[in-house]
Structures are given as structure tokens and as C-alpha cells.
């Protein structure tokens, strides 16, 4: 009985020795692959939110922000399957059931009587079911959804939130964006939360400028990319692309104001999970955050400091940014037969700061970004540098810029020659966006 009770005692001691080792006192950095905008059945869409989640489990991301629009998913939530079917246009409800079982599921009502409704899971509910310790990572989000008095459209995350933050108004989208982010500081400070708040899609209903970008200096981030297909990332044949948007306010913030710039990030927006809807679907964009810890805290404190990338493909090994050598250079991930275009992009000292504006066909002013081109002198987004690579036989493992002294900043773009494991109409090709450095 006595050897009994001691091989127990033992198997308890080396349980438990194996479950602290897989906490290390002081882990080593490494890179964390996240989705910062999702959105389920609680705003508008069409899955639920244990179904999104599961998606990007299996697919490889280790943190994921369920950011519906101006909702927490918490308190008691009740919805008519008929209308769940109807938003997804497709049997949602039976995946789920399938997929989770009558055991998770809840529902309430008659199907025959047309009365049926199921329960949508509240976040502490569905994080207990779905996080595993330092695998997978649930970041309680909110999209907070308005605009300004003139019409124009504003979208932002506010991410790891304790309490919904209603959409603040403003006379300018200047003016909404900084009670916004003033919004979520002063819930911060209340709630004792570390937090992070991103400006999204800028181009959806052209409703953000790059002079709006720059002129909130406490607003560090914004969507470069965003996965849904008619935001209009890549601008058009008179107003600019997302990548333009951000030379222009990086340029204005450095030069014109003595500020740090913006950094940015790629995210899906994922709206539709049931296959019949390509608009707004998982997979298109995500962010690499490099930290020690899987805790909102670390990756958000990380992303502050600059230290992650943003991606629709291409995986980068390493970045490294030397202060003493002014030397930035990338370690691109070989795959399979792929080629790479590397561009070191930035703005060197001496740009014009003072913007015209775009016109329409008709010659109208459009209400849009100004236009900073010029005849001479230093453009603002410059490519600096193009690299090429070619995989696997010359594997390009060392993108490198040595700025020269007069740059303002540079970051870095790297196309692939493939598609994207998920296609978007905006872009056939995967990327990859390193944050400026050099300012």
C-alpha cells in the first residue's frame, strides 16, 4: 500500500514537472501569427463564433481579436436559426451542430413550430473552450463603427477591451479619431487593461486621408491591407493606394510634425465562413508579432516597439534593423520554386510638404489624400532599393538596405511571385510589409 501511495506521489511530482517546463522563466523571442479584425454572429457575420475560431486554430495562427461592431460578445444572446440561415445563406446552424455537438450547443424553441433559436456563446465562455496555453491566444476586441458629421466613414479597433466604448462622434474624421482613441485610453486607465487601437481601411468609402493619418499623432496604427475585396486597398485611377497613404502620413508626421510614424498592420475582416460569399472571407491578412509570451500584453507591447510584420503570404525569417551600421535586412522564407522582389521604400529629407488637390474627370475637386507630386526634387515613397531572389537554388536570405543619411525612414515590401493561399480581387500576389525603421 505504502509503495501504492509513494509511486502515486511520484507520478503527481513528474506530472506536475512536466507542466512547469512548459512555462520557461526566461522563453526566447520568436514570431506569433494573428488575425486582429474577425467577425461573427454577434454584429454582421455569418458564422458563429466558436466556427471562426476554429478556423484559424487549424490553420496555423496562434492569436486571433473577435472584433464585432460596437459589442462585446458577452451577456445572454439568443438567436432564430431562420435567422442565422438567412444571414449566411447557408445551414450555419447544422455545421455548428455538427461540428460542436448538442452538448455545446444550446437552443431553445420548437423546429416545427418555426420557433427554434440557439444560444451565441459569450467570449468567456468560448474562451474556456477554445485557448490553450501558449498554442492559441483569444484578444477580446470591439470595431468601434461611425463616422463624422460630414458623412465620412470611420472604422477602428480597439483591442483586449474590458467593456464595449461607444463610437464617439466628431465634426472631422480627425476630430472621431482622436475622441475614439481617447475613448478607449481613458477605459484603458479605468479597467487597468493594456491595449491597442488600429485605424481600419482607410480607402472603404475613401472616409480616411493621409493628412487624417498624420494629424493624430497618438494614433500609432492602421490597416495597410485589409482582406475585404472592395475596400479599396490598391486606390484607383485618381486617389491613392493604402501603401501611398502610408508614405504620405509617415512623410508628414517625420518631417512636418517631429513625430513617430505609423506602423501597420494586414488583417482579414473576415465576414463569411460558409464558402458562398468571397467578399470578406479568413486567411487574406495577418500580422507576425515577435515577443517572448503568448499574452495580449507582450504582442501588444511588442507591436508598439515596432517588432512585428504584416503579411498576406511571404514569412520572413528575421529582421533586423542595425542603429550602428543604419543597415536593415530581411531573412526571407524559402518556399518552394517562389521568386521575390524586395523594395525599400521611404522618403528622403527635403520632400514637398505641400499637397494639391486631385481633381475628377470633370475637373472637381475630389474630397480625397492631396497630391504631393512633384517635378524635382525627393518623392515621397521612393523605392530606395529593389532586390531580386529566386528559390530554392538562390535562396534570397539577406534583403539588405544601408541607408545613406538623408532618408527619413525606410520600410520594406516583399512580393512573391505566387498567389495567395486565400485569392483577393485587390491583389494577386503574396506580400509582406516590414514597419519604417531609421526615423
Known amino acids: ?34 488575425n486582429l479584425h ?42 432564430p436559426v431562420k435567422e442565422v440561415t438567412a444571414k449566411a445563406k447557408a445551414d450555419a446552424y447544422g455545421r455548428y451542430l455538427a461540428r460542436f455537438g448538442p452538448r455545446w450547443v444550446e437552443t431553445r ?23 490553450e496555453r501558449g498554442r492559441f491566444l483569444l484578444v477580446p476586441a470591439e470595431e468601434l463603427t461611425g463616422g463624422a458629421a460630414n458623412g465620412r466613414t470611420l472604422h477602428m479597433n480597439a483591442l483586449n477591451v474590458a467593456e464595449v466604448i461607444p463610437p464617439q462622434a466628431g465634426a472631422t474624421i480627425r476630430d472621431a479619431i482622436a475622441q475614439n482613441l481617447w475613448a478607449v485610453q481613458e477605459s484603458a486607465k479605468r479597467t487597468g487593461r493594456e491595449v491597442m487601437v488600429h485605424v481600419n481601411h482607410p480607402n472603404y468609402k475613401w472616409g480616411v486621408t493621409a493628412e487624417d493619418l ?17 475596400d479599396n486597398d490598391p486606390g484607383d485611377e485618381r486617389r491613392p493606394s493604402t501603401d501611398e497613404i502610408w508614405d504620405i502620413a509617415n512623410t508628414i508626421r517625420i518631417a512636418g510634425m517631429n513625430a513617430p510614424p505609423l506602423y501597420a498592420v494586414a488583417t482579414d475582416d473576415a465576414h463569411n465562413y460558409q464558402g458562398n460569399n468571397p467578399r470578406a472571407v479568413p486567411g487574406r491578412g495577418w500580422v507576425v508579432v515577435r515577443a517572448r509570451l503568448l499574452t ?26 542595425d542603429k550602428a551600421t543604419r543597415k536593415l535586412a530581411l531573412d526571407i522564407h524559402a518556399a518552394g520554386s517562389e521568386t521575390f522582389v524586395t ?4 522618403t ?15 475637373g472637381r475637386v475630389i474630397e480625397t489624400t492631396l497630391d504631393y507630386r512633384n517635378s524635382g526634387g525627393p518623392q515621397i515613397g521612393e523605392v530606395f532599393s529593389e532586390v531580386k531572389g529566386t528559390n ?48
Open 214 to 230: 498624420a494629424a493624430i499623432v497618438d494614433e500609432r496604427f492602421f490597416e495597410v491591407w485589409n482582406g475585404v475585396d472592395d
Open 1 to 34: 500500500m505504502k509503495r501504492k501511495i509513494w509511486w502515486i506521489r511520484g507520478l503527481f511530482v513528474i506530472v506536475g514537472a512536466v507542466l512547469c517546463a512548459q512555462i520557461p522563466a526566461d522563453p526566447e523571442p520568436r514570431w506569433w501569427r494573428g
Open 392 to 439: 530554392p537554388v538562390y535562396a534570397l536570405t539577406n534583403a539588405v538596405y544601408a541607408l545613406r543619411g538623408d532618408e527619413l525612414y525606410v520600410r520594406a515590401v516583399v512580393t512573391s511571385s505566387a498567389a495567395p493561399a486565400v485569392p483577393s480581387a485587390e491583389f494577386k500576389f503574396k506580400r509582406a510589409w516590414t514597419q519604417p525603421v531609421g526615423w
Open 348 to 362: 528622403r529629407r527635403g520632400a514637398h510638404l505641400k499637397g494639391k488637390p486631385r481633381l475628377d474627370a470633370e
Open 38 to 79: 474577425t467577425h461573427t454572429l454577434w454584429s454582421d457575420g455569418d458564422g458563429f463564433p466558436e466556427m471562426a475560431i476554429d478556423w484559424y486554430r487549424e490553420n496555423g495562427y496562434q492569436f486571433l481579436a473577435l472584433s464585432d461592431h460596437n459589442v462585446l460578445s458577452q451577456g445572454q444572446k439568443w438567436m
Open 296 to 321: 495580449p500584453e507582450t504582442l501588444i507591447r511588442a507591436m508598439r516597439a515596432g517588432d512585428f510584420y504584416a503579411s498576406t503570404g511571404v514569412t520572413l525569417d528575421g529582421i533586423a534593423f
Open 109 to 131: 424553441g420548437s423546429e416545427a413550430a418555426g420557433t427554434l433559436a440557439v444560444r451565441l456563446k459569450p467570449f468567456d465562455e468560448y474562451r474556456a473552450l477554445m485557448e
Open 343 to 346: 523594395r525599400f521604400v521611404g
